[in-house]
């Protein structure tokens, strides 16, 4: 009996969910029979690419030879890893396998998943493993869906009244969702680090534990869609939206990653007695951020609303700098001893695609240790309050982000030219359907007098 049949029957499977993550970094899949689950194991599961091209409402946006005019909208295969397994807590007995997928063949140039993979295996062919953990932050409201869509989106009630960073008050008065999170994290077996309050009414954080190579990327993958189907469940609402209100804070995601010996899980950040103990392997992985974080702009902020998170008076990174224990710093270093040190890349919204941001995250850093790239000097004191060097601006726009996506050799080389077509393509088409789009507030401003 396989390792798989074993797991099948000792969770008495009748029926488990097969699922693949997006383009937008949310699963889709299908409830298949024990018996497909032994068949798809075997030979791939049939859906076709043309997921990889929707928002999340299902609009199918033209990414080319999946969608657009040229295209056939075929199955692709999907391949299943049985090691990926998790329990979903609310189906029944017998229902509760979830299985992770990611595209085989062809289509894996384009699959976030498949992506992540071939970054890891190349670290992998030099010695190395990428060890990490991401904060996901989010807003958690007394609303449901349809009562928010009724609202327009607008006045609604987040899960707390006030700003509470840390508040035990609110943290208290909220342990219903703070348990039925810690519940459902262990079932889906999500190794949660920690969770609070964050800085804004309603605004939250939860922290995946560091971890090696998929483990940390798929954890995320999984929290992202749990997260909100535990708000829904409960009557609540959960946005990953970056910039909800121009009164709210911004969200974002933070990737915390170093490198560890492939074999020996040794660390290979620290140095004793170098300048913040930081090791030549670990300078030149900052000086390949610094590099080129900016090229791949468009996968931290995938889309039109991210960019509004870097608004003038908002705490998103102002550059590519980096600075250690400092959070007005893009790439703050952090830690002080061998098993802690490593980098947190401040840069990815809370809407971003945690394969993909940690896709270009990994490939940046290896590629500046391979061109031995020194990064710029540390900075110190209040990023926010002092010009910056324009080898480090990033791009600011959604037009601009396309544009350096898609004419840079280096997200080329590493991430592949289907990919970086696909997706550029995908960004140009939902650019183009809002810049036709007439805001609220401009016929506010405008309307009368303008």
Not at 1 to 20: G, V
Not at 87 to 106: S, V
Request: glycine letters at 8%.
């Amino acid at each position: 009996m396989s390792e798989l049949e074993s797991l099948l029957e000792d969770k008495h499977c009748q029926f488990a969910t097969i699922a693949a993550s997006d383009t937008n970094g949310f699963l889709r899949g299908q409830l298949v029979s024990r018996k497909a689950v032994l068949s798809i194991a075997e030979s791939g599961m049939g859906m076709s690419p043309v997921t990889l091209a929707l928002d999340p409402t299902d609009v199918v946006l033209p990414m080319p030879g999946v969608s657009d005019d040229n295209s056939d909208f075929h199955d692709a295969k999907l391949r299943l890893d049985p090691g990926s397994w998790r329990e979903i807590p609310w189906h029944g007995q017998g229902k509760r396998l979830l299985f992770l997928a990611d595209f085989d063949g062809g289509e894996a140039a384009i699959c976030p998943r498949a992506l992540l993979k071939k970054i890891i295996a190349e670290a992998h062919a030099e010695g190395f493993s990428p060890k990490y953990g991401l904060e996901l932050e989010y807003t958690l409201f007394n609303e449901t869906p349809q009562s928010a869509k009724d609202k327009g989106y607008r006045d609604l009630t987040p899960a707390t009244t006030f700003a509470s960073h840390d508040l035990v008050l609110y943290q208290s008065t909220q342990s219903e969702w703070y348990d039925a999170l810690i519940d459902m994290c262990a079932d889906l077996r999500i190794d949660l680090y920690k969770a609070h309050e964050e800085i804004g009414a309603g605004f939250m954080e939860v922290c995946i534990g560091a971890g090696r190579d998929l483990g940390p990327a798929d954890q995320a993958v999984v929290l992202r869609t749990f997260l909100k189907a535990l708000a829904i469940r409960n009557g609540k609402m959960v946005t990953f939206m970056p910039r909800w209100s121009e009164a709210a804070d911004s969200q974002s995601t933070h990737i915390h990653l170093s490198l560890v010996d492939k074999t020996t899980g040794k660390p290979l950040f620290w140095r004793e007695g170098d300048p913040r103990n930081m090791s030549p392997l670990f300078r030149h992985f900052l000086g390949g951020l610094q590099a080129y974080l900016g090229d791949l702009m468009l996968i931290f902020a995938p889309s039109v609303n991210a960019y509004r998170r870097f608004a003038p008076g908002t705490f998103a990174p102002p550059s590519l700098n980096w600075g250690y224990e400092n959070r007005t710093a893009s790439l703050r270093v952090v830690g002080d001893d061998p098993g802690s040190l490593r980098f947190e890349n401040r840069l990815p919204g809370s809407d971003s695609n945690p394969y993909l941001s940690t896709a270009a995250t990994l490939a940046a850093g290896l590629a500046g240790i391979r061109g031995k790239i020194e990064p710029r000097e540390e900075l110190l004191g209040n990023g926010y309050a002092q010009e910056i060097d324009p080898a480090l601006l990033f791009p600011r726009t959604m037009h601009e982000a396309i544009d350096r996506f898609r004419n840079s050799a280096f997200a080329r080389k590493a991430l592949g030219d289907r990919f970086v077509e696909s997706f550029a393509a995908t960004r140009q088409a939902q650019l183009d359907e809002f810049a036709r789009k007439v805001p609220d507030v401009e016929l506010a401003r405008f309307f009368e007098l303008g």
